[in-house]
């Protein structure tokens, strides 16, 4: 098997959210919830730190509070206490959306 054909199969497992369907923070709107994935790869550092000790960690159920009246921030309930994040930092966490329960 040549390596693009690995490198293909690679990126359609389903270990995981693809590409294709996997979200960010950003994309939640007031009073939705989800779960976080993970960080991107492209959070390092002091930032990834900070999230960390915020409680932004794998499984952490967050909900969307409310967006401030010019739109960023957002404000967020994680782990109990609400968190205000830039959309920039938001787009920085994986999630899956968790539906609501009619």
Do not use: W
């Not at 989800?34 to 915020?54: I, P, T, Y």
């Not at 401030?68 to 966490?93: C, H, K, M, N, V």
């Amino acid at each position: 098997m040549s390596q693009q054909q690995m490198t293909s199969l690679q990126h359609t497992s389903t270990s995981g959210p693809t590409f294709a369907d996997s979200k960010t923070l950003a994309d939640l709107k007031p009073g939705q919830q989800a779960k976080v994935v993970n960080l991107s790869d492209q959070c390092q550092g002091a930032e990834r730190r900070r999230f960390m000790d915020l409680g932004i960690l794998r499984d952490t159920t967050i909900i969307t509070e409310m967006n401030s009246p010019s739109g960023d921030p957002t404000a967020y309930r994680i782990r109990g206490a609400i968190i205000a994040l830039r959309r920039e930092q938001t787009q920085l966490i994986n999630i899956t959306k968790i539906e609501e329960a009619e």
